[in-house]
C-alpha cells in the first residue's frame, strides 16, 4: 500500500509532544512478564508509570493517575478484584482506562474476566486477533456472514462489533494494526515482524496507548492509532541497527525515547481502512 | 578435553530446527525474576511461550500445551497448588514436563515442594550441583560411598541416582553440564562463565529443554543435552561481542535466534561421560 | 562543585572490591518490576542475590544471609508480613538491612505499611525526595520550620529527621544524592539524569548499598554513600557509550562489572555537606 502524507503525522506528533510535556501518570495494573517493558516504553516515552495494584490503595491513588491500564496476562483471582476495583473508578472519575485481554480465549476463566473488565467500560481494547475475535464472539456472538479463512477480515469485523457493543475504541495488532470506534476503521503500517519475537511487545504498545489517550481523552481513536504509529515506527528504526530480537529491544527503547518530528513526519504509515 | 566430531551436533540441529518449524506452545509456571527471560529465550528459539500459572485456568489450557516448564524460583504456598495441579495434569496427558527445583536445599517447605513435584515424574529436571545433591539426598538418601570434596563427582553421582528414583532425566549445570537418565551420562562442554553473572540463565535453559523436549518426547535425553548444548553455544557466539553481562546477555539472544547450522555443528561438543 | 581528592575514592574501592572478593549473600524481598535489574545489578557488582520472599522461608533461610534488602513498589496485603518477619529476624541476628520505601506517600495502606517498616530498625533507609519527605513527617511530624519550595532542602532536613528518628541511615537519590545519619552529611554527586528514565535504578541502587553494608556493617554510612557513587560511576561510564535509556541500562551494567581502580578514584566525587 502506498503511503500518501496525510494529517495523520502531524496528529502522532502531536501526540508525543504532549506525553513529553505533560508526562501523565499511568496506573498500570499488567502482568508480570510485561512489567520491565511496560515501564520503560513509558519512560522512553515522557510518561510516568506507577505499578501500584493492590486493591487496598485504589481508592488513594487512582484518582491521581491520568490513565489506568489493566493487562490480563497472569492473571489470578487475586489480582482480579483489583483490575475491576480500579476499572470502575476509573470509569466513574471519567478517567480513560484501557484493556489488554492477553489470551482472552485460553480459558473459562480467562474469558469470563475480560468480559466482566469490557463491561466496566475500556476507552480501548487493544489485542490480537484471536484476542479481540474471542471477546467480540463471547460478548455479541459469531460475527454474521464472517466465517471466512480471512482472519484479518474476520478481525476488523470482530473489532466493529466489539467497539459497538462496548462503546470504546478497539484495536487490533497485527502486520497491518487496525483501529476502529465501530464506524470509522484505519490501518497503523507501521513496524516490522520481528517485534512479534520479543515478549510483552504487545502489552507495552497498549500502554503507550492510555499514555496517548491520557493527554486526548476527547481523541481517543486518534490517540490510539498514533500511538500504534509511533510504537512501530520505533521499531523500524530500532531494526536498521539490530541484529536480533534482544538487540532490537533495545534499539527501539532508544529509539522511542529519540524520536524527533521529521523522522515521525516522514514514516507514519496510518490510512482509511473504511 | 578434545572435541571430537560425532551424532550430537545434527542432533541438536534436528531438535533446534524441529522448534523453529513447530513452534510448540510452552506452558511456563516460573519465578518472577525469570520471566522475561524465559519468554524471550523460548521466542528466539522459535517457540511459543504462554505464562500461565493460575489453578484455575489450568484445565481448560494446559491440555492444549505442547509441553509445561514448572520452575520454584519465586515459590509461595499459593503458587505451589499450581504448579502441582499442571504437572499433575502433563503426566497424565503424557505431556513432557520439566522442572526446575532452584535453591531445593533454601528452606524446609522449598524441598519439601520439590519432593512432592518430583513425584509427579518429571520428564526433566534441571538444577546447578547443589539443588540436584539437595533433591537427590532428601529422595533416596545419601549417595552411598561419596562423601568426597568432589563437587562435581558428588553430583554426577545424585544425578544418577535422582534420574533411577524420578524415572526422569537430570541435567546438572556446571562448568561442564551433566545429563544422565541413570544409566547413560553425557557432558555438554558449550558455554562461557559470564553467563553465570546473568540472572535466570538457568531458569532459561530449562525453559529451552522443555521446548526441545517437547518436539522429541520419547528422546527425552537427547533433547536435554542438545538444549543445553544450544544455550551455550548461543552464550559463546554472544561472548565474542560481549562487554560485560549484561551485553551477553543480548547478544546471548540475539545468537540463539540467528544461530544457523554450519556454527552450531562446528560449536556443539558433548562427550560421554560413562 | 568543584571535586576534590579525598578518602572517598579508597573506600568506595575498598567496598567494591570487598563485594566481589566475599559474593555476599543478600536476600531481596522486592517488587517484581525490579527483579531482574536488582539481581542483575547485584550479580555484576559481584554479590550473590536470592529472590525469597515467602514467609514460610524465613526461619530457615534469613539466618544465612548477609544481608535483607525490602522494597516496597509492588506492595500487597500478602506480601507485607513477609517483608516485617524477614526485617524482624535480620533486626534480631543483627544483619544489615536496607528500606526502600517506594511511592511512600501513595496511600495510607503504604504509609502505615512502611511506618511499621522503620520500626523495625532499617539500617539504611533509600528513596527520593518526596519518599523521603513523607515517611519523615509521618514519623517525626512535619519537620520545622522548613516549608520553602526547595524540595533539595526539605530534603535533606527530613532525612536528617528520619536518621535521628530511625536510628538509621538514611539516603536520598537526586540530582545530589544525600547520606545522613542524622549528624553527619555527604553528598554523592555521582550519576546522570537519563538513569531516572530507566525502570527500577533506585530499586537497583538500593540493592547495592545492601551489598555494599554487608561487607562492612559497622560503616553503614561509608557503605552506602560508596554504593551510591560507585552505581552513579557505573551510569557516568554506560552514558557515555548509550544512546538512549535502554542502551544506558545495558552499559551500565557492563560498566559495573568490569569498574577498575583507577576509573572508581578518578570519578567517585563525595563531599560534606555539613
Not at 508480570?32 to 520503560?40: E, F, G, P, Q
Not at 493487562?71 to 489488554?100: E, F, H, I, R
Not at 480467562?110 to 475475535?133: M, Y
Request: hydrophobic share 45%; aromatic share 4%; glycine share 8%.
Amino acid at each position: 500500500m502506498e503511503k500518501e502524507p496525510n494529517e495523520w503525522g502531524p496528529k502522532a506528533w502531536a501526540h508525543l509532544s504532549a506525553v513529553r510535556a505533560q508526562s501523565p501518570l499511568i496506573q498500570c495494573i499488567t502482568n508480570y512478564v510485561s512489567m520491565d517493558l511496560v515501564a520503560n516504553t513509558l519512560l522512553s516515552a515522557g510518561a510516568s508509570p506507577a505499578m501500584l495494584h493492590t486493591i487496598e490503595e485504589i481508592p488513594d491513588f487512582t484518582p491521581h493517575v491520568r490513565a489506568l491500564y489493566v493487562n490480563v496476562g497472569t492473571l489470578s483471582a487475586n489480582w482480579l478484584p483489583s483490575m475491576k476495583a480500579a476499572a470502575q473508578l476509573a470509569s466513574q472519575l471519567g478517567k480513560p482506562w484501557v484493556l489488554d485481554p492477553v489470551a482472552a480465549g485460553a480459558s473459562g476463566f480467562r474469558l469470563n474476566a475480560c468480559l466482566e473488565l469490557v463491561q466496566l467500560k475500556p476507552t480501548v481494547i487493544r489485542g490480537n486477533a484471536s484476542e479481540i475475535i474471542a471477546l467480540s464472539r463471547a460478548s455479541v456472538g459469531p460475527t454474521k456472514g464472517v466465517d471466512s479463512s480471512h482472519e484479518s477480515m474476520d478481525a476488523m469485523e470482530a473489532a466493529r462489533c466489539l467497539a459497538e457493543a462496548s462503546g470504546g475504541i478497539v484495536a487490533v495488532s497485527g502486520a497491518v494494526d487496525i483501529v476502529t470506534d465501530g464506524r470509522r476503521v484505519v490501518g497503523a503500517h507501521n513496524g516490522v515482524p520481528m517485534m512479534q519475537k520479543i515478549t510483552a511487545t504487545g502489552c507495552s504498545v497498549t500502554a503507550l496507548i492510555a499514555a496517548f489517550v491520557a493527554v486526548d481523552p476527547p481523541h481517543a481513536f486518534e490517540a490510539t492509532a498514533s500511538a500504534l504509529s509511533v510504537y512501530g515506527i520505533a521499531g523500524e528504526m530500532g531494526m536498521s541497527m539490530a541484529k536480533g530480537p534482544a538487540s532490537l529491544r533495545m534499539h527501539m527503547i532508544d529509539c522511542l525515547h529519540g524520536l524527533d518530528q521529521a523522522a515521525l513526519l516522514s514514516r507514519t504509515n496510518i490510512t482509511a481502512l473504511s
